[in-house]
């Protein structure tokens, strides 16, 4: 038998790491950014391209996408090849898919601040972009299996299964959660409404969670920890046992991001149950991984990346006990909408996905460029900044979470609630703001070092591009001969494509048995014969409710809790929602819940607010926008948008398309007239006009018509 | 104590399918690690460890 000799592309996984230390800086500064805005509202700089709400999701983008995004790509390329013996099937695909990654995050910077979004959390971005994520991951994919089937190991290690249900889950639900009609270049609407909506985005979003942030990166730990502790991991058994109890669990749990909403109450519960069991299979994970350096724990002191990896697994821990108890409905009840899930979130990116990161990277760099750390120090000094960081990030959040939760639910002995102002319950909260904000800025201070310690590394040394290798070809390797062998999990494993249908019916099942009575049967959505369509001006201001981001602050969801309807009027019914594309309930409370303000406060109100919030609030954190009264409305749009609703099933008259801009014009002339009796003075074609529309129609439709709710609701 | 999931309309059946996918699931993964072999999972546990490369410089430390 003869041995080959073939190269490692070292290139690529050089690329991908630099792009993981560029894109993390600038998608952290970003973060600092929004979080200091949330205290001091001139960071918002005055102009509509840097206002919270645009800019909330181009950090989430960019830290998940770019920076763990990356990161993802740098260890797989690093591991698979070496896994599997063999060069990445393509250098071209290789590097489209580098390229193509990067342009798609450039695409994402340009247009989030332009206010181009569909509104899902982490899936913002619009229908073109939602295409080419679509080919470029298929790229990734074409080049990862390519590698597969011309590898010379032949057992695939478990890293590989989880690198394998990452392409294939992320694969359905970027599809399922991007049916779009796209109504111009950058504007679309969501197929689904409402409750539907609701339940596609948080399949979608806590699958993101799942299938981006979590098993890509056991894949990375089972190959990188084994590797920097030079010891087997601890039950491979386990990790076989943890893999597919994972992958099964993990898609039923979306639900609970969805708790005393008006989705149906078993699909609910469906999600709590099975968000509890996930402690089993994410704790097993982590215990793997921390018994893997049992009788080198010595080494943790001496060694930098594994002082990352138990940090990040620990973090990794902490974050899924959290988690399933967060489902608990007793527990969401105060913790949803507060900074507590903001905690929660920031556990594990900062902890679990930011620590694995510079593990590997510290790990990684040194490697191919054949040298040693520039600075072990600097890195040193990183992890204690680093862990100092996202200390003084999680405490203050955590008591920024429980204190806003609770005071929303006081009430005074006479029964009324104690802080019926909910600015009293966010100025409460500002210390913890500041505090959090420093968290972030020693977190980046090390991110920054990093990249300045990983430089040094690099360019001292020259890359080894192409790093030499050798190994058996595999058609002489395979001994089937071998009664082991012919059973049908390793003949399975063997068959890489076989695998990755295994993993996509694995998945499949929990989401199908949510999705499907939630979409074909009737009862669980009930109508409510008042609820009717947006007029034309109203789905124009909706539109720009989507634009400026008002959904990164206020939900539109009031829970069925007797804190919730003192304070805002009757809960949300599923009935209401049916017209909503896309649904915007939102999943954070910066601000209170809007779904009931129609009516609330006059027309002049809502102007001056919009104008100056402080002049109606006090104190009050909201940026203005007074672009908003300088722009004129475009409504050349107004006839596709009835159209495109129409085509979804809204129920405009035939021929409406035609009228719209009239009525909207009537509407519009109608609202300015009223400001004009409150002394101000604004023309009736600009987008505050539109917007004033909208808020002053949501949760209107049924205020007066309570009979109209059927009993069900 | 049940009646989350009893008297559901229709929903209880999803409820029910869910707990039998849940366990028939979980049967097969451990019938299936009950029977696998030592030397294989030996084997599979050391492959990131037993890498072969040429030019593997083991002093490389950080």
């Given at each position: 038998m003869q041995l080959e000799k073939f190269t490692y592309d070292n290139k690529i996984v050089r690329n991908f790491g630099l792009a993981t230390l560029i894109w993390g800086i600038i998608g952290m500064t970003v973060g600092l950014l929004i979080a200091m805005q949330l205290f001091k509202p001139s960071m918002n700089l005055g102009n509509q391209y840097t206002t919270f709400g645009r800019i909330r999701p181009l950090h989430t983008n960019a830290v998940i996408f770019a920076f763990v995004g990356n990161a993802i790509f740098m260890g797989v390329y690093y591991s698979l090849q070496r896994l599997l013996k063999a060069r990445m099937f393509s250098d071209v695909l290789s590097k489209i898919h580098f390229w193509g990654w990067q342009l798609i995050i450039v695409s994402a910077v340009i247009t989030l601040p332009l206010g181009f979004t569909t509104s899902h959390e982490y899936a913002e971005l619009e229908w073109p972009i939602d295409i080419a994520i679509t080919l470029i991951w298929v790229v990734f994919g074409i080049n990862m299996f390519g590698t597969i089937l011309k590898r010379r190991e032949q057992h695939l290690y478990v890293a590989i299964w989880f690198y394998i249900a990452t392409f294939v889950t992320i694969a359905v639900l970027h599809i399922v959660n991007s049916f779009e009609l796209p109504i111009s270049f950058l504007k679309s609407y969501y197929v689904y409404a409402g409750v539907q909506d609701a339940l596609v985005q948080w399949w979608y979003g806590h699958n993101a969670v799942a299938?981006?942030?979590t098993t890509p990166y056991l894949g990375m730990m089972y190959y990188f920890l084994p590797k920097m502790a030079n010891r087997p991991v601890y039950s491979y058994k386990l990790s076989i046992l943890h893999f597919w109890s994972l992958i099964f669990i993990y898609i039923w749990a979306g639900p609970h991001h969805l708790l005393?909403?008006?989705?149906p109450g078993w699909a609910q519960s469906l999600g709590v149950a099975f968000s509890i069991m996930l402690i089993a299979p994410s704790w097993g994970g982590m215990i793997n991984g921390l018994l893997t350096l049992r009788g080198a724990w010595d080494k943790v002191r001496e060694d930098v990346n594994l002082k990352f990896m138990v940090v990040a697994l620990t973090a990794y821990g902490m974050a899924t006990f959290e988690g399933p108890m967060l489902s608990l409905k007793q527990i969401n009840g105060v913790a949803?909408?507060?900074d507590w899930i903001v905690a929660h979130v920031h556990v594990g990116a900062l902890g679990w996905n930011g620590f694995l990161t510079f593990g590997i990277m510290y790990w990684l760099i040194p490697r191919i460029y054949k040298t040693e750390l520039y600075s072990k120090k600097m890195a040193s000094f990183h992890f204690w900044i680093g862990t100092l960081g996202i200390i003084f990030y999680a405490v203050p959040m955590y008591w920024a979470g429980f204190t806003q939760g609770l005071m929303w639910k006081e009430f005074t002995p006479d029964g009324l609630l104690k802080y019926p102002n909910f600015l009293t319950t966010t100025l409460q909260i500002i210390p913890m703001h500041v505090l959090r904000s420093i968290g972030g800025a020693l977190y980046l201070t090390g991110v920054i070092v990093m990249a300045f310690n990983l430089g040094k590394t690099m360019l001292k040394a020259k890359l080894v591009a192409d790093e030499p290798a050798e190994a058996m070809p595999l058609a002489k390797n395979i001994n089937i001969t071998d009664p082991a062998d012919q059973k049908w999990h390793r003949a399975l494993e063997r068959k890489p494509m076989k695998f990755m249908i295994l993993a996509l019916i694995v998945i499949l099942i929990g989401g199908m048995v949510e999705m499907m009575p939630t979409f074909m049967i009737q009862s669980n959505i009930p109508t409510i014969a008042s609820v009717k369509p947006y007029s034309p001006l109203e789905l124009q201001g909706r539109d720009l409710y989507i634009r400026e981001g008002c959904v990164n602050c206020h939900t539109q969801t009031v829970r069925p809790f007797r804190s919730e309807t003192e304070r805002y009027g009757d809960y949300s019914k599923a009935g209401e929602f049916v017209y909503d594309h896309p649904f915007l309930w939102g999943s954070k409370r910066t601000g209170p819940d809007l779904h009931r303000i129609g009516g609330k406060y006059t027309n002049a109100w809502h102007f001056n607010h919009m104008l100056d919030p402080t002049s109606m609030s006090p104190g009050s954190i909201m940026p203005p926008y007074p672009w908003l009264i300088k722009q004129q409305l475009d409504t050349t749009t107004t006839a596709i948008k009835v159209r495109a609703m129409q085509t979804l099933g809204v129920p405009y008259v035939s021929g409406y398309d035609v009228v719209a801009n009239t009525e909207l014009q009537a509407q519009a002339d109608s609202i300015a007239k009223d400001l004009q009796q409150n002394n101000i003075k604004v023309k009736?074609?600009?987008e505050i006009i539109a917007l004033i529309a909208y808020l002053q129609r949501m949760g209107t439709d049924i205020k007066a018509n309570k009979f109209t709710i059927p009993s069900n609701q | 104590m049940f009646k989350q999931i009893k008297d559901l309309a229709g929903g209880e059946y999803y409820l029910i399918t869910s707990l039998l996918i849940f366990m028939v699931f979980f049967i097969i993964v451990g019938v299936y690690l009950i029977k696998l072999n030592k030397n294989y999972i030996d084997q599979m546990s050391q492959m990131p460890i037993n890498e072969p490369q040429l030019n593997e410089d083991e002093n490389i430390d950080c």
């Open positions: 299938f981006f942030l005393y909403t008006s989705l949803h909408f507060t009736s074609n600009r | -």
